[in-house]
């Protein structure tokens, strides 16, 4: 049951990483993704990366992170011919996924409404930075734009260290991540209705709806969000506090879980300091808390605080460097990484993160690994109907 997808074929031309994110959660559970890629070179992501080895090889790291799993095939879609072996292929596909600039693939007489009519069921997702309409839709957009626009930065740091952009390309990932969502939903109307679908899936607006609370107060209260570090505005103690060696992070939302605290690292007397004693005046009063909480902490190591405040009841967390979490026995006990030895084009061995889900109790998984650019472009042009003759003229013309 962690093949959910198997079945279904997606025609992925997206490039660099939301779209490629959303074709990669389609193949974890076990769709067909068929990555179209142009004959120059292919995905830009695969010259992207931090080992320069590997770029050059066309393989780059950041292309290797979400393309497992994958099948390649190189097509030029300016070229006539390329273009009828695209609607051949569309005619045997449930998906196509792209993230071109709102109004390339019409141009190329390869848009939503020509691809329809070869295959009424289709569903077609187009992801942008700003949408198919309103007066940004052609705008250029990459991670931090759309960070900057959608207010995430002005919600980052603290008010003197800030606006900053998060520290990975969250905006791209939450776009890949709705896209994904949005085929899958897509999917399963047409099993019931028949009936294909345009997706038009925006990265501004898929970004803000995740911005939940700094949003909300804002359209309902009217109050306006402000920067503040590693501290919740809910509620207090609740953010990250300094050990002896390090950063954990305490969340004592509740009343009771703030008498927990306070008992558990030995100091009682918090409770009744009328500047503590409730949750509106721990609020107002949260620095000098946060200073009290401090002291006693600092005796020892996060690690040590983190094991004594979740087994009181006080959810607590260490706050872990990625190869910390990597290297956590809580990953390795969900399968969470897919290794593949000696991949294709690397010379080396692949590891890469799965779904963040299991399905029956297993994670799904990829196939197989990143592919090399074309790899299969001759197994996907014969299952399309193409024989020995044609291949062979599609590849002399530089058009596969």
């Not at 179209?36 to 695969?46: F, K, Q």
């Not at 497992?68 to 030029?76: E, H, M, V, W």
């Not at 009519?117 to 949408?131: D, E, K, M, Q």
């Amino acid at each position: 049951m962690n093949r959910l997808l198997e079945g279904v074929r997606v025609l992925d031309l997206t490039n660099v990483l939301a779209g490629p994110f959303a074709g990669y959660q389609l193949a974890l559970l076990g769709a067909d993704v068929v990555k179209v890629e142009n004959p120059d070179g292919g995905d830009l992501a695969r010259q992207l990366g931090v080992d320069p080895a590997l770029n050059r090889a066309g393989m780059g790291a950041s292309f290797l992170a979400q393309n497992a799993g994958k099948r390649s095939i190189t097509l030029d879609l300016k070229a006539p011919a390329g273009k009828d072996v695209f609607r051949r292929l569309v005619a045997g596909a449930d998906v196509v996924l792209e993230n071109f600039r709102p109004g390339v693939m019409d141009r190329l007489g390869l848009g939503w409404e020509a691809l329809k009519a070869i295959r009424p069921g289709l569903v077609y997702c187009a992801i942008s930075g700003f949408g198919q309409t309103g007066p940004l839709r052609n705008n250029p957009a990459y991670d931090q734009i759309i960070q900057g626009f959608a207010g995430v930065m002005s919600v980052t740091g603290t008010e003197a260290g800030g606006p900053l952009r998060v520290g990975y390309p969250v905006a791209d990932t939450i776009g890949g991540l709705t896209a994904a969502f949005a085929i899958a939903a897509a999917l399963a109307g047409r099993a019931r209705t028949g009936q294909g679908a345009f997706l038009d899936v925006a990265m501004l607006e898929a970004t803000l709806v995740t911005m939940g609370w700094a949003v909300s107060n804002l359209l309902i209260a009217g109050v306006e969000p402000q920067r503040l570090g590693n501290d919740n505005m809910t509620a207090s103690p609740s953010g990250a506090f300094r050990c002896a060696d390090g950063l954990l992070n305490i969340a004592a939302n509740k009343q009771e879980q703030f008498e927990a605290l306070c008992d558990r690292i030995g100091r009682p007397d918090l409770k009744a300091d009328p500047r503590f004693a409730e949750r509106e005046a721990r609020k107002r009063n949260r620095a000098a808390l946060t200073a009290e909480i401090e002291a006693t902490l600092a005796t020892d190591t996060a690690e040590a605080w983190e094991g004594r405040l979740n087994a009181t009841g006080v959810p607590a967390g260490r706050v872990m460097t990625v190869p910390q979490i990597l290297a956590h026995p809580q990953l390795a006990a969900r399968d969470m990484i897919a290794a593949f030895p000696d991949a294709p084009g690397v010379g080396r061995d692949v590891r890469v993160v799965r779904s963040g889900f299991r399905v029956d109790g297993a994670t799904p998984s990829p196939d197989g690994p990143p592919p090399v650019l074309g790899a299969d472009t001759e197994a996907i042009l014969r299952e399309a109907g193409y024989d020995d003759a044609a291949i062979a003229r599609l590849r002399a013309e530089g058009v596969a």
